[in-house]
């Protein structure tokens, strides 16, 4: 199916009521990027999800079927808006086979001498490793981010066998599913997404582990050995509380999603519980560890 792409700029402030209401209007999707990449003007945008991004203004790609006419998608999300039609561009997109592509973007990823995280449609490089079977989804935690990375090498050193692990913010659950194979005796997922739960609970299975993983909102009488949470900063702030009261005297903790200029203010919400090991650090994203004191 050849599909019509739909290419415009606006002002940033108008932006996401338009995207929202070309989606009503019949938009198959919705992209939004700086209108000034790759110019001096372009502006990075580390920001927590729900952050507006900092671009004056922004290209918005709006895909649609090549039987929907796109000006008059347009203008019917214009008109929902109560905004002027502004001055766009057409393109279109060939028809291609999109799951072989997308497959094609994930092949295995080493993270460690022994340790590999291998799609369903790859056989693993290395049969004798520790290969955790994930295929790329709706949940976040795919093995590819710098943070996933970081927190698994950080279990592979730090467990011994035989530790309860929780794994806050769990995902894919890959984290949760890594310390089982690692030799955890149990591990828990937590996760604010039901959606992520039931990923996480699927990629268990497919990986032999018997993890449990439970929605945030379900009472959690656990007192950890070892903590994950590789969310974000602010809510690693906000979580600091609840990271602590479960995890055991002596325990450890690894706190990831954070950027490498966040990682003193993160630090600064645990103390003085928590006594912070040198943060280890990949493309601009830190994992801080410590032990419960």
């Known amino acids: 199916m050849t599909l019509t792409a739909l290419v415009l700029e606006l002002q940033a402030g108008e932006a996401d009521r338009l995207s929202d209401a070309l989606l009503e209007a019949g938009a198959l999707s919705v992209t939004c990027e700086d209108a000034g990449e790759g110019s001096t003007g372009e502006t990075a945008w580390p920001g927590e999800p729900g952050d507006p991004p900092p671009w004056p203004r922004v290209k918005l790609t709006a895909l649609s079927r090549t039987q929907d006419p796109p000006e008059r998608l347009l203008l019917r999300a214009c008109e929902a808006v109560g ?22 973007q994930f092949g295995p990823i080493r993270v460690s001498e022994r340790l590999w995280i291998v799609p369903t449609w790859h056989a693993p490089p290395d049969p004798d490793a520790i ?29 011994a066998g035989g530790e309860t692990v929780l794994d806050y913010g769990c995902g894919s659950g890959i984290l949760a599913i890594a310390a089982l194979r ?101 493309q601009g994203w830190v994992c801080l560890s410590g032990v419960r004191q």
């Open 83 to 104: 905004m002027p039609v502004p001055d766009f561009s057409l393109g279109s997109i060939p028809d291609q086979d999109w799951v072989a592509n997308s497959r094609d």
């Open 131 to 159: 290969n955790l079977i994930l295929d790329p989804g709706l949940a976040f935690g795919t093995g590819s981010h710098p943070t996933t990375r970081l927190c698994l090498q950080w279990l592979e050193r730090t467990l």
């Open 182 to 282: 690692l030799g955890a005796r149990r591990a828990v997922g937590v996760d604010i997404d039901p959606g992520a739960v039931a990923v996480a609970r699927a990629n268990a299975e497919r990986n032999g582990v018997a993890g449990e993983f439970l929605d945030s909102r379900a009472p959690l009488a656990l007192t950890a050995d070892v903590i994950v949470a590789n969310i974000l900063a602010n809510p690693l702030k906000l979580l600091a509380p609840v990271l602590i009261s479960h995890c055991a005297r002596g325990g450890r903790l690894a706190l990831s999603g954070i950027l490498s200029g966040q990682a003193s203010e993160v630090e600064d919400c645990y103390a003085p519980f928590i006594a912070f090991a040198p943060p280890a650090e990949t």
